[in-house]
């Protein structure tokens, strides 16, 4: 799909608009392994990571993101491959599902929530497993404070792609963390085997698992007593 990928990348290729007033980005490929590749993400428009993972029969698209270029790049990958797509969308949100209507696809999973946005496709209320020659994939629900119904997949083992499930959410002028919900997540991930983590909109995009726990947990020891939100100001965000 595409040439070696160094982790630490972040380029994005951008040109400037035909009135010359805003700088538009455009998505590229980058490559994790020789059976996964992602499209790089955009600000302008915001537009998340599309992961796309080689089966033997198909490739499991992760996210479809909003900018106009993904869905051409879509399919011409799968025409060069001869596979059709499967698509695991992570959330609700504009910037993960925007191109659903514009890609062919051969499958769609999504949480219940995600589902009153896109009227389409399958809700997965429980784990759904996938056992290939090469590629085994875990498809699973994530609590979130950022986005309820939140959906995450596992990859050989090795790799969770988890969206923005493990950012905060916003209420009303207010960034805030569910305490409850952030010690499930933080629980999950301890108990998972994988040693990576995939976080969208952040290089770099492959993420060491400890580093993003120990993250959640500076997070997590900044709850107040019988306070169920953790609120987030530019004094006590961790780094």
Avoid at 1 to 8: C, F, L
Wanted: hydrophobic fraction near 35%; glycine fraction near 4%; charge should be neutral.
């Amino acid at each position: 799909m595409a040439a070696d990928m160094r982790e630490n990348s972040a380029e994005i290729t951008k040109i400037q608009d035909v009135d010359n007033s805003n700088n538009k980005q455009f998505p590229t490929w980058k490559c994790v392994t020789d059976y996964f590749s992602y499209i790089t993400p955009a600000i302008k428009p915001l537009s998340a990571n599309v992961s796309v993972i080689e089966g033997e029969k198909y490739l499991w698209v992760y996210d479809v993101g909003s900018h106009e270029n993904i869905p051409e790049m879509l399919a011409e990958i799968s025409k060069q491959k001869g596979k059709k797509i499967k698509i695991i969308l992570s959330h609700f949100h504009p910037d993960h599902i925007a191109n659903v209507q514009h890609i062919k696809w051969e499958s769609l999973y999504q949480g219940k929530n995600t589902y009153k946005y896109t009227h389409i496709g399958e809700i997965v209320e429980s784990d759904i497993n996938v056992d290939e020659t090469d590629i085994k994939l875990r498809i699973f629900q994530m609590p979130s404070s950022h986005a309820k119904g939140s959906l995450a997949l596992l990859v050989n083992n090795k790799y969770c792609l988890l969206g923005d499930a493990l950012y905060p959410a916003h209420k009303g002028d207010k960034t805030v963390y569910n305490a409850g919900i952030l010690k499930q997540q933080i629980d999950i991930l301890k108990k998972m085997a994988a040693p990576y983590v995939l976080l969208s909109h952040r290089e770099p995009f492959v993420q060491k698992k400890q580093a993003v726990i120990s993250w959640l947990e500076k997070i997590y020891a900044m709850r107040e007593k019988n306070e169920p939100w953790i609120l987030m100001t530019g004094q006590n965000v961790p780094n």
